[in-house]
């Protein structure tokens, strides 16, 4: 399995991560639901995104930012395709990527 570090933009997954978090992904991991994933959907090919598992649908999954407010995620966009799941936080609080907290 490869693994890459993927730096997070904007505030989709506030509280959870900020933007300029670093974490690591690891392609070809399995996803389970609440997992922390880096996307693309069909309508955006070249735009990769980090958002949160929450099921599958159809070929893809179904998934979200954690914040509310400031996220574009499947509610709009449709099922993405999942590349890699990010279990780990390099920077600046190294350790596991946390949980969803609502």
């Not at 399995?1 to 670093?22: E, H, K, W, Y």
């Not at 996803?31 to 994933?37: A, C, E, I, P």
């Not at 990769?48 to 966009?77: C, E, M, Q, Y």
């Not at 999942?82 to 920077?91: F, K, N, P, Q």
Request: net charge positive; charged share 25%.
């Amino acid at each position: 399995m490869r693994l890459r570090r993927v730096t997070v933009r904007g505030p989709s997954m506030s509280p959870a991560l900020s933007d300029g978090d670093v974490v690591l992904v690891r392609f070809g991991a399995p996803v389970r639901s609440g997992d922390v994933v880096l996307v693309t959907w069909e309508s955006r090919p070249g735009q990769l995104s980090v958002k949160r598992a929450v099921h599958p649908d159809g070929d893809g999954w179904h998934v979200r930012g954690d914040n509310p407010f400031g996220s574009t995620d499947s509610a709009i966009l449709g099922p993405a395709r999942v590349h890699a799941v990010a279990r780990h936080r390099l920077w600046p609080r190294p350790g596991r990527v946390p949980a969803l907290r609502r």
